[in-house]
């Protein structure tokens, strides 16, 4: 589920995480996750332009598994431009770096002119940026009540079938 293939690129790619949302808003919409532990900016930057290439290869592919994609870091970066990271010039300008995998060419202009515009809004609506500290790794329900939670989630589950 977490495998995708370049379009012009002998190896694959894939994502950290995926899986289906629970409940009611995003209930049964599925999401991939790539997840950066680091705990300072260091190249970030150059990871997050590969994941939103990566992003854009994927919901040209296989659409219905890309529902949502998540950012998941404990650092920040590029601050000042924190507004700007999802945004279809953000996914254009990554897609345009990995252009010989996805189009290839390294021609800048035929690149462009192989761009779907509807993938590259597309990946753009889709962009959850989440950034962790360590201290939010114990908000977490108690043991108890996370088996209390489970079991009523398969209970409902059952129920629908």
Same mark, same amino acid.
């Given at each position: 589920?977490?495998? $995708?293939?370049?379009?012009? +690129?002998? &190896?694959? %790619?894939? $994502?950290?995480?995926? /899986?289906?949302?629970?409940?009611?808003? #995003?209930? *049964? &919409?599925? %999401?991939?996750?790539?997840? &950066? *532990?680091?705990?300072?900016?260091?190249?970030?930057? =150059? #990871?997050?332009? =590969? $994941?939103? @290439?990566?992003?854009?290869?994927?919901?040209? =592919?296989?659409?219905?598994?890309?529902? #949502?994609?998540? +950012?998941? =870091? !404990? @650092?920040?970066?590029?601050?000042?431009? +924190?507004?700007?990271?999802?945004?279809?010039?953000?996914?254009?300008?990554?897609?345009?770096?990995?252009?010989?995998?996805? $189009?290839?060419?390294?021609?800048?202009?035929? @690149?462009?002119?192989?761009?779907? @515009? *509807?993938?590259?809004? /597309?990946?753009?609506?889709?962009? !959850?940026?989440?950034?962790?500290?360590?201290?939010?790794?114990?908000?977490?329900?108690?043991?108890?009540?996370?088996?209390?939670?489970?079991?009523?989630?398969?209970?409902?589950?059952?129920?629908?079938?």
């Amino acid at each position: 589920m977490l495998e $995708f293939s370049w379009p012009h +690129w002998d &190896k694959p %790619f894939s $994502f950290d995480l995926g /899986g289906r949302f629970r409940g009611t808003e #995003h209930g *049964g &919409k599925m %999401f991939v996750a790539e997840v &950066k *532990g680091y705990r300072a900016e260091y190249d970030l930057s =150059s #990871h997050f332009q =590969s $994941f939103l @290439a990566k992003c854009y290869v994927a919901l040209s =592919s296989r659409p219905k598994r890309c529902d #949502h994609f998540m +950012w998941i =870091s !404990w @650092a920040p970066f590029q601050a000042r431009h +924190w507004d700007q990271h999802p945004t279809v010039d953000s996914v254009k300008n990554a897609v345009l770096k990995e252009s010989k995998r996805i $189009f290839d060419t390294e021609d800048p202009h035929v @690149a462009e002119l192989r761009l779907d @515009a *509807g993938t590259l809004t /597309g990946v753009a609506q889709r962009l !959850w940026l989440i950034t962790l500290c360590d201290k939010q790794e114990n908000l977490v329900i108690a043991d108890n009540h996370y088996r209390d939670v489970v079991s009523l989630m398969l209970a409902e589950e059952r129920a629908a079938l």
